[in-house]
């Protein structure tokens, strides 16, 4: 990557240091120094802890629980590199805060998405750099500059050597299909489309699966996963109503909050791949989840925005 040492800056949050620290590897650069204390009265206190004057900063922070502790201390950092007078600071966020909060869809509750963006504007982030939105509208959320990476080459790669002959993608249901719809063509596969209704805020059903399935093996794709309620539903649907064995669920964000492990660790799920966009939760492994890195991904962006270069081939 050449010498950026002078120019460049990368800081990390408390939620996922451990990427960070690939992402300065991949970059050949030293993760930025900060202290990140609390008070007594638990109020947060972060220094910055080296000269960033008039350099280009990154400060990466994922949304992992607890959330709302992360946010707030990414807004913290931004703000004391703002007033530490730093060039331009461009905002990290792999799993983009509150990114399901994304529409006014009942009455009488916050777009939080929305509101996340403008928290970010107003601590002192010049640009956003994140990995498969929820919704690609969330983008229209903010007046500054944000590039979103995507997770399905890196996913789909995890297959590339195998035989998928015998597999079709398979949606969640109707919203889903067009991210599913991406995995199905890169991998080549046909794609079916499971007719989801929502009973509850934690209950859904599957009532049918639009196109063919029979017999076959399955990879289900989504954006993220994170109780596991809606693959589940619907691998159980597959093996009950068209005899699918093997069920293989992938997302680009393994969010995997109980009872996620146990619910993927049933047949027919033979495999889970997620990307290390968040870290590994205790147990995933005995539940057959395996994570893809982004390290290279989000270092090749970085080094772009830096020196000016085009993202959008990364996009893709």
């Known amino acids: 990557m050449g010498c950026l040492n002078d120019t460049l800056k990368l800081f990390s949050g408390s939620s996922h240091p451990q990427l960070a620290g690939r992402i300065c590897d991949y970059l050949d650069i030293p993760l930025g120094k900060a202290n990140i204390t609390r008070f007594a009265n638990d109020n947060l206190f972060i220094q910055i802890e080296e000269n960033v004057r008039e350099k280009d900063v990154f400060v990466l922070q994922t949304s992992l629980p607890p959330v709302n502790e992360h946010l707030i201390e990414l807004c913290v950092m931004l703000d004391a590199l703002k007033h530490a007078s730093a060039r331009r600071i461009t905002a990290v966020i792999p799993y983009y805060f509150y990114v399901r909060s994304d529409k006014k869809d009942m009455p009488r509750i916050s777009v939080t998405a929305k509101l996340v963006a403008d928290l970010l504007a107003t601590a002192g982030a010049d640009r956003v ?50 991210r599913a719809g991406a995995y199905a063509q890169r991998l080549g596969l046909p794609m079916a489309i499971g007719d989801k209704r929502r009973t509850s805020d934690t209950e859904v059903v599957i009532h049918a699966v639009v196109g063919n399935v029979e017999g076959k093996k399955v990879f289900i794709f989504d954006d993220e996963i994170a109780t596991g309620a809606s693959m589940l539903n619907l691998a159980r649907h597959l093996q009950e109503h068209h005899g699918v064995e093997e069920v293989y669920a992938g997302a680009a964000h393994g969010v995997l909050v109980p009872p996620a492990l146990e619910r993927l660790s049933r047949p027919p799920f033979r495999l889970t791949v997620v990307t290390d966009s968040l870290p590994m939760p205790d147990g995933a492994e005995d539940a057959n989840v395996h994570q893809v890195g982004v390290a290279e991904l989000f270092g090749r962006a970085i080094h772009a925005i830096h020196t000016g270069a085009s993202v959008s081939a990364l996009f893709k």
């Open 129 to 178: 750099l994140t990995m498969t939105l929820h919704s690609d509208q969330i983008q229209g959320f903010f007046e500054m500059p944000v590039d979103q990476l995507s997770a399905v080459p890196l996913v789909c790669d995890y297959f590339r050597d195998w035989d998928l002959s015998e597999f079709v993608v398979v949606a969640p249901d109707a919203g889903s299909a067009r």
